[in-house]
């Protein structure tokens, strides 16, 4: 009866042994496969991107407003309504100058950059986990030469654009690109 026992208790052991080493390595495994789903998925979406910017037909919508001049404040939400618009034949400006202004100093929301423009640059580099965009426009009324430099996450979500000219301090932007 002994011998009985202590044969069914052992056998019960590698049983249990037999099935969770099993199960530890279904864990690991599809761990693994996870981990390659999701990678997979940021390479398609770091690809579509890419292809995005290459082709000239994106948009950047700010969520976010960060200034640095004189009248800097820290964040304040924006209603999704300002942004960049970039098409083939055109680059279409639409963002608030919270603050960005030496010669104005008073900070007001109802200072916007607001042009199109039919002649632009821009220039994309990959970098680690994400992209650079720096893009050129003259707001033809104004005469004033702006340099916009994106920072673009695999994701495309949170993106940060600043614009800077000669004239004023820069302005940051945090936002989605679509």
């Given at each position: ?11 019960s ?20 496969q ?17 292809d ?11 969520n976010?407003?960060?200034?640095t ?17 970039i ?10 100058i ?16 607001d ?13 680690k986990g994400?992209i ?8 033809s ?5 702006y ?8 994701s ?23």
């Amino acid at each position: 009866m002994r011998t009985k026992m202590r044969w069914l208790i052992c056998c019960s052991c590698c049983f249990c042994w037999l099935v969770f080493s099993g199960y530890a390595q279904d864990r690991k495994t599809l761990r693994q496969q996870r981990k390659a789903l999701k990678t997979e998925q940021e390479m398609q979406k770091k690809k579509r991107l890419v292809d995005m910017i290459e082709n000239r037909q994106f948009s950047f919508i700010a969520n976010e407003i960060t200034s640095t001049g004189t009248a800097a404040i820290s964040k304040i939400r924006l209603n999704g309504l300002y942004g960049i618009y970039i098409r083939p034949e055109s680059f279409k400006c639409y963002l608030p100058i919270y603050g960005a202004s030496s010669f104005n100093p008073r900070p007001s929301l109802l200072n916007t950059l607001d042009f199109l423009e039919r002649e632009y640059t821009i220039e994309s580099t990959d970098r680690k986990g994400g992209i650079r965009v720096e893009m050129s426009a003259t707001d033809s009324r104004t005469i004033t030469k702006y340099l916009f430099v994106l920072l673009v996450p695999a994701s495309g979500r949170n993106a940060v654009l600043t614009v800077s000219t000669n004239f004023d301090s820069p302005v940051s932007f945090t936002g989605d690109i679509r």
